[in-house]
Every structure is written in structure tokens, then in C-alpha cells.
T-cell receptor, first 114, second 113 residues
Framework: KNQVEQSPQSLIILEGKNCTLQ??????????LRWYKQDTGRGPVSLTI?????NTKSNGRYTATLDADTKQSSLHITASQLSDSASYIC?????????????FGRGTQLTVWP | EADIYQTPRYLVIGTGKKITLECSQT?????MYWYQQDPGMELHLIHY???????EKGDLSSESTVSRIRTEHFPLTLESARPSHTSQYLC????????????FGDGTRLSIL
């Protein structure tokens, strides 16, 4: 069964600190992996998208890594800000169908305290 | 910022009513999607469309129906709302099914009394 598991489920950090969110997946065959940020009451917004051949991709203070061999990804947030408080969702895309089926994790709820 | 809009943002309505959730995008995307999301849970695909006059059911069984008469418009309809339909409904669109990110609207939070 294709799955996407994220950890931790929730995380609280102080403003200015760094943090790393984890994503493990079993989706096969693999096409790409995406990280989304979802603010409360809003729709998800894409942060990064990585294909099989990409190990690292950055978007400002967000850096995503991918190890396709171990089927693991991480999202590192540097120098956190209050506005980083949100749910971070890992999404894996397979290439087994024309649609490109998306498998969603349940997200990590990040809270940044002042 | 993606140009995809959902209305209404919030809807509280009684059982048995007919409901239409609106979704419009101005990006000219062929692919559009409807997801259902409950608190703390993953998004579940309930409908998708490859283009005008194309609609398919997603992975999660839903009593809702959709239509795609125009590229920019992808409304979702519930003929007779029930409390089990209470959820958040998110609409998304993309240029390509597999390579481009999906752009999401801000959702409709639906509560059926």
C-alpha cells in the first residue's frame, strides 16, 4: 500500500531557531516529491518539488532533501519566523498512471513562539 | 500567488439542501481537482478533470458531482446535503498532471446541521 508518513505530528520551536521535518514514503513507482505549506484556513502553497535525480532544493529559508534510495525526505527551516507557523505537508507523486496520482501525508503542525 | 478562487469560504446549512461550491481559476489550466480535508487528516481526491467536458471520480467515494463546461470553472454540487458531508473542500488546478505543482484555492468549510 502506497503511503506517506510524516514526523513529528506537531512541533513547537522558538522564533529564530532551526527545525527539520521528516517524510518517509513507500510510493512506487516514484515521480516526484513536493512539500506544501498550509496556513490555517488557507489552501496549501507549494514550497519545493523534487524529482528522482534531485537531492536538495531550496526556496529561501526552506531547504528540502530527498534520498530516493531510502525513500526519505526532509524539510529544513532556517531562522524560523512567526509566519512559519503552519502545517507542512509532504506529497509524493507516482508515475503509474496518466493522472500522476498524488499521495498526501497528514502534515506536521509547526508552531513558532516569540 | 495563484489565481484560483473558491466561494463561499464558509457555509452552514441544513440537511437536505442542494449546495454548489464554486471554483474558478484564471491561469488557463486544463487540469482541475477537488479534495476533501478533515482536521488533522490528509487530503483526499474526490473529483478531477483533464479539460472541458472531462470529469472523473477520485479515490474517495463522494456523493457530490462536478461539471466542467468552461476551462476556468469547476463547480461541485451536493444534491441533498447530510451531516456526513461536513468537511473542508479544496479546489486545485495545474498545467500538467505530474510535473507541475497544483495550485490550491483557500477552500470552502462546509457544515451541515
Amino acid at each position: 500500500k502506497n503511503q506517506v508518513e510524516q514526523s513529528p505530528q506537531s512541533l513547537i520551536i522558538l522564533e529564530g531557531k532551526n527545525c527539520t521535518l521528516q517524510c518517509n514514503y513507500t510510493v512506487s513507482p516514484f515521480s516526484n516529491l513536493r512539500w506544501y505549506k498550509q496556513d490555517t484556513g488557507r489552501g496549501p502553497v507549494s514550497l519545493t518539488i523534487m524529482t528522482f535525480s534531485e537531492n536538495t532544493k531550496s526556496n529561501g529559508r526552506y531547504t528540502a532533501t530527498l534520498d530516493a534510495d531510502t525513500k526519505q525526505s526532509s524539510l529544513h527551516i532556517t531562522a524560523s519566523q512567526l509566519s512559519d507557523s503552519a502545517s507542512y505537508i509532504c506529497v509524493v507523486n507516482d508515475r503509474g498512471s496518466t493522472l500522476g496520482r498524488l499521495y498526501f501525508g497528514r502534515g506536521t503542525q509547526l508552531t513558532v513562539w516569540p | 500567488e495563484a489565481d484560483i478562487y473558491q466561494t463561499p469560504r464558509y457555509l452552514v446549512i441544513g440537511t437536505g439542501k442542494k449546495i454548489t461550491l464554486e471554483c474558478s481559476q484564471t491561469m488557463g489550466h486544463d487540469k482541475m481537482y477537488w479534495y476533501q480535508q478533515d482536521p488533522g487528516m490528509e487530503l483526499h481526491l474526490i473529483h478531477y478533470s483533464y479539460g472541458v467536458n472531462s470529469t472523473e471520480k477520485g479515490d474517495l467515494s463522494s456523493e457530490s458531482t462536478v461539471s466542467r463546461i468552461r476551462t476556468e470553472h469547476f463547480p461541485l454540487t451536493l444534491e441533498s446535503a447530510r451531516p456526513s458531508h461536513t468537511s473542508q473542500y479544496l479546489c486545485a488546478s495545474s498545467e500538467s498532471a505530474t510535473e507541475e505543482p497544483q495550485h490550491f484555492g483557500d477552500g470552502t468549510r462546509l457544515s451541515i446541521l
